[in-house]
C-alpha cells in the first residue's frame, strides 16, 4: 500500500501525477481504507429459478469459487467446496448435481448437502455442512453482502 499523507484531517494516497483526497480522518476516528462497492455477481434473472451459477470472487483477500443457488426470489452462497476433502462440488465449472431430493450432490464422493442450510444429510461428511457466503438481490443483480 502507498503512503498516506494527512493533512488537516484528510488523508491523501499519491495517485500518478497527483495527489487525491481518500477520506475524512479525526484523532478520534483515525483513518482506515474505504469500504469497497459491493461486488456485483451476476444478473439475478440470468439464474434459473432451482438452478446453480459458479462464479470466481475474492471474499477477504482469497480468490474463491462461489456457489450460488436461486430459490424462488432468494439466493444462497456457498463456497465450492465440499467439507470431506476440500474438493470442487462442480463435475465441470459451473456444472453441479442435484439429487432427484433436491439435493446438491458432490460430483467427487457423492455426499448430499441440503440447499437451505448447506448441511451435509448423506455422505462421507454427514453432520458437516458447506462454508455459506453472504449474499443478496439488490436492484436486478446479486452481489456479495
Known amino acids: 500500500m502507498p503512503p498516506r499523507v494527512v493533512f488537516q484531517g484528510v488523508a491523501f494516497m499519491p495517485q500518478p501525477a497527483m495527489w487525491a483526497p481518500v477520506r475524512y480522518c479525526t484523532p478520534a476516528s483515525p483513518c482506515e481504507p474505504p469500504m469497497s462497492d459491493p461486488q456485483r455477481l451476476i444478473a439475478f434473472d ?85 462454508r455459506a457466503v453472504a449474499v443478496r438481490v439488490h436492484d436486478g443483480h446479486v452481489e456479495l453482502a
Open 46 to 130: 440470468a439464474l434459473t429459478d432451482g438452478g446453480f451459477a459458479e462464479m470466481e470472487v475474492v471474499i477477504d483477500g482469497d480468490a474463491e469459487s462461489l456457489l450460488l443457488y436461486r430459490d424462488g426470489a432468494q439466493v444462497r452462497g456457498f463456497l465450492n467446496i465440499c467439507p470431506h476433502a476440500g474438493r470442487r462440488l462442480d463435475w465441470a465449472p459451473g456444472q453441479f448435481l442435484k439429487s432427484r431430493e433436491g439435493h446438491l450432490v458432490c460430483a467427487a464422493h457423492g455426499a448430499s448437502f441440503a440447499l437451505d442450510s448447506g448441511d451435509c444429510v448423506a455422505g462421507p461428511c454427514k453432520g458437516d455442512r458447506l
